[in-house]
């Protein structure tokens, strides 16, 4: 299995950002799908996660109202759109897959991670 995340980048407080994720090497259709992020000095910090073949998803409170998680299923792909971003948005975001469901948090049940990407938010 392998993930290639990008769309990472600098912007400023209240900008908009879009990763995406590609999956392959697998049959993901019964994979859940997400990203976590790790922040300068912090540990890796669960943000959201969908299942490929369903719509339902789940976030970290943090994220909640601001951050949307969205599939294409067809594309093994998945999208987190980021709005309203704030400086402690910032840190390497990174893209996980796993078989079974999304609400799990723990980085040591997700066995699998693509590189990272660099989300920097600047106040």
């Known amino acids: 299995v392998q993930l290639q995340a990008s769309g990472g980048g600098l912007v400023q407080t209240g900008d908009s950002l879009r990763l995406s994720c590609v999956a392959s090497g697998g049959d993901f259709s019964s994979y859940a799908m997400g990203w976590f992020r790790q922040a300068p000095g912090k540990e890796r910090q669960f943000v959201t996660a969908m299942k490929l073949s369903r719509g339902s998803a789940d976030y970290a409170d943090s994220v909640k109202g601001r951050f949307t998680i969205s599939r294409n299923s067809a594309k093994n792909t998945v999208y987190l759109q980021m709005n309203s971003l704030k400086p402690e948005d910032t840190g390497v975001y990174y893209c996980?897959?796993?078989?079974?469901?999304?609400?799990?948090?723990?980085?040591?049940?997700?066995?699998?991670w693509g590189q990272g990407t660099q989300v920097t938010v600047s106040s």
């Open positions: 996980v897959a796993r078989t079974g469901g999304v609400a799990d948090g723990r980085v040591q049940n997700w066995p699998y």
